[in-house]
């Protein structure tokens, strides 16, 4: 185990700026342990490693595990958002200058790992999160590795696990076939996506890959690069989020597109606020149901 203490320079909200790499409650590679520490588990270039993070204000206390552990501590400043400038961001509505004003500590961070953010986004294609949530915590569980310091964890595996799933494990995890052709065809094509260089080129390969659009790309942008502009369009209740909190309706896209246009460079950075702030837009239709593709 190694340890790093890092300084920002604002308090840093932990929690805010790394649920977003959390997918579900019960992530195997995510979770927040009773004394409010932060553990993640990552697969890095130096291989399987588990990051463990505390804070106090603007203090974070880091410890690594296993032989990705240095490389983990090496980039604590990055993933907490160090390389996030968002005093660019001037609030056009009243609503995004309140989120402003009650979420000081929001970054938007970057992991540098474009694989672990694009594997569960396209799991969330097109689905009810529960079920793209429920899938990736059975894949994980069955193909990664226990976490170097914590066991319970398990490190997502790299693409050339990923490319080997049987299609009776992706049946069972309740993946259909389309998302777990997408997911293996970008694995053969995993390296050259860590290699992309900036946001737009990572965007240029991702959406050359079928499969992956608009959304995947933005979604795994966020997270990979910490791209403050990557708007999810497509989302299904970002648009209508959005809306409701700057102009007190729903809107589609493109409606969306347009109230975020003021806010070119830190669009993405809009939506994150604003649902850190709690803004939602009324439910005027049944909860789509979870499906079970396992059944079918």
């Known amino acids: 185990m190694s340890v790093r203490v890092w300084r920002a320079p604002w308090t840093v909200d932990l929690r805010r700026v790394v649920d977003v790499h959390r997918r579900g409650p019960h992530d195997p590679a995510f979770t927040v342990a009773p004394d409010g520490a932060v553990w993640r588990a990552s697969h890095t270039p130096d291989g399987p490693g588990t990051l463990r993070l505390r ?5 974070v206390e880091a410890a690594g595990y296993g032989p990705g552990g240095g490389w983990l501590l090496e980039r604590v400043p990055a993933l907490l958002g160090e390389g996030d400038d968002p005093a660019g961001l001037e609030p056009h509505h009243p609503a995004v200058k ?3 004003r009650r979420q000081p500590g929001l970054r938007i961070g970057r992991t540098g790992r474009v694989w672990e953010a694009l594997v569960p986004a396209v799991l969330e294609q097109k689905v009810v999160v529960e079920e793209a ?3 990736w915590g059975y894949l994980l569980r069955r193909y990664g590795q226990p976490a170097p310091g914590a ?3 398990r490190v997502p595996p790299p693409p050339g696990v990923w490319a080997r799933i049987p299609s009776w494990a992706w049946h069972r995890s309740g993946a259909e076939a389309v998302r777990a052709r997408t997911i293996m065809t970008a694995a053969r094509l995993a390296s050259r996506l860590e290699t992309a260089e ?3 080129e990572l965007d240029r390969r991702l959406r050359s890959i079928p499969g992956i659009g608009v959304w995947t790309s933005a979604e795994t942008r966020q997270r ?3 791209d403050a502009d990557a708007v ?3 989302d299904y209740h970002v648009p209508g989020m959005v809306g409701q909190a700057l102009i007190g309706r729903k809107v589609d896209d493109a409606g969306m597109l347009e109230l975020l246009e003021p806010y070119a460079g830190h669009r993405y950075r809009v939506t994150r606020l604003l649902e850190a702030h709690g803004s939602r837009a009324p439910r005027r239709a ?4 979870i499906r079970d593709y396992r059944s079918f």
Not at 55 to 59: D, Q, V
Not at 286 to 289: A, E, F, G, K, V
Request: charged share 25%; glycine share 8%; aromatic share 4%.
């Open 232 to 234: 999810s369009v497509g």
């Open 151 to 153: 066991p319970d964890l």
């Open 55 to 59: 804070a106090r204000e603007a203090e």
């Open 133 to 135: 949530w429920r899938a």
């Open 198 to 200: 900036t946001s737009a």
């Open 224 to 226: 990979a690069l910490g």
């Open 286 to 289: 049944p909860r789509l149901p």
């Open 98 to 100: 309140e989120a402003v």
